[in-house]
Every structure is written in structure tokens, then in C-alpha cells.
């Protein structure tokens, strides 16, 4: 089936460095990926949609220049959380629609941690 | 505009007793599709079913049920004979299929917690 590797699983960082997550298809071609994030025990907030060659489409109240991201490839998005501030920490999930039965597949999360 | 609730924040119940998680949700859309998704405290999300909007049919897949009602813009979602392994929160989403990115929009959860 179609997966999506997202890394890294994990990251602390410094608060006022950046911060690059990355998600890939690895066996077939996502021309559109949605980046969420999830504070704890709260729901799964659509933060924006990449589309392969053009900009990505924020949602409103998302601020572009402080969630970077980057649809270079049929294959890989990035999200860049710049100038990371303790608030910024989050679980993010990227997603892709597959085309097959089950529509989307996500990746396994990136858990940031700002200190 | 489209939007997903799930009014349980919580439901804890004993092993073997069945469960149903509620979902309601609202589309200005004729074609869409539903879904329901695990989320372990790991973090992933596992998916569990997708049903577009024309098919009304309940499914059954072990013990895991879904009720589709259009009427109550309903998709409710059974557990039968729950077991610990269970525990977990469970997303209901909607996408509108006739928008051309098919963004996916989550309600809040329920998080279920089966006890032995």
C-alpha cells in the first residue's frame, strides 16, 4: 500500500532555532500533502495543504511565514517550524491522498519539543 | 461549512461490554466521504473505514460495526466485546470529495479506555 515516512520522529530544540520536518511517499506519487498538528489530547488541526510545483494553502490563523513549507517533489514535503518558540511544541502528521480504498495515508508523527 | 463533532470526550467501559462512539457531521456537500480512525498512544493513525456519501450500508468487520444514517448526518461506530487493546482515542473525519483538495477535517475524538 501506499506509505509515507515522516521524519524525524522525534526532536527538541532550542527555542529561536528552526526546525525541518520531512514526510516522503515512498511508493507512489503525492501530488497534494496535508500538514496537521495536535496539541496533547486535543484533535488533529489541518494546518495547510502542499501541492507539488505552487504554494501551499494555509488555513486561517496559520502563519505562513512561521510554518515554511516546501512541495518541491512528487515525493517529499517539508514543513519548517522557524524561530521555534515553546508554543510551537506539538505533535505534527503530515498525510497524502492515495488514490486507493482507504483514501489518505499518514505519516507516524513528529513530536517537537521547544525549550 | 463542513464540520465533524463527537460529543463523548471520554468513555471508559469493562472489558467484553460493547461500545458506540458517536459522530455527527455537517457538509453543504451531496458528495463526500466519512472515516474512522484509531490513534494509539503512539501517535499513528490507523485507519479503519472510509464510506462515501452514497452508500448507506452498515458494515461489520469483526467486531468493529458502523451505522451510517443520512437522515441524522450520523456515522456511528460499534465495538463489540471490547478488549484493553481497544483503548484508544478514535477520530471521526470528513472529506468533501468534490473540492479539489480533498482536505480531510477531524472531530475532536473520543477516548476510549477499556479496563480489564
Known amino acids: 500500500g501506499a506509505v509515507v515516512s515522516q521524519h524525524p520522529s522525534r526532536v527538541i530544540c532550542k527555542s529561536g532555532t528552526s526546525v525541518k520536518i520531512e514526510c516522503r511517499s515512498l511508493d507512489f506519487q503525492a501530488t497534494t500533502m496535508f500538514w496537521y498538528r495536535q496539541f496533547p489530547k486535543k484533535s488533529l488541526m489541518l494546518m495547510a495543504t502542499s501541492n507539488e510545483g505552487s504554494k501551499a494553502t494555509y488555513e486561517q490563523g496559520v502563519e505562513k511565514d512561521k510554518f515554511l513549507i516546501n512541495h518541491a517533489s512528487l515525493t517529499l514535503s517539508t514543513l519548517t517550524v522557524t524561530s521555534a518558540h515553546p508554543e510551537d511544541s506539538s505533535f505534527y502528521i503530515c498525510?497524502?491522498?492515495?488514490?486507493?480504498?482507504?483514501?489518505?495515508?499518514f505519516g507516524s508523527g513528529t513530536r517537537l519539543t521547544v525549550v | 461549512a463542513q464540520k465533524v463533532t463527537q460529543a463523548q470526550t471520554e468513555i471508559s467501559v469493562v472489558e467484553k461490554e460493547d461500545v458506540t462512539l458517536d459522530c455527527v457531521y455537517e457538509t453543504r456537500d451531496t458528495t463526500y466521504y466519512l472515516f474512522w480512525y484509531k490513534q494509539p498512544p503512539s501517535g499513528e493513525l490507523v485507519f479503519l473505514i472510509r464510506r462515501n456519501s452514497f452508500d448507506e450500508q452498515n458494515e461489520i468487520s469483526g467486531r468493529y460495526s458502523w451505522n451510517f444514517q443520512k437522515s441524522t448526518s450520523s456515522f456511528n461506530f460499534t465495538i463489540t466485546a471490547s478488549q484493553v487493546v481497544d483503548s484508544a482515542v478514535y477520530f471521526c473525519a470528513l472529506s468533501e470529495a468534490s473540492y479539489n483538495t480533498d482536505k480531510l477535517i477531524f472531530g475532536t475524538g473520543t477516548r476510549l479506555q477499556v479496563f480489564p
Open positions: 498525510s497524502a491522498e492515495t488514490g486507493l480504498n482507504y483514501g489518505y495515508t
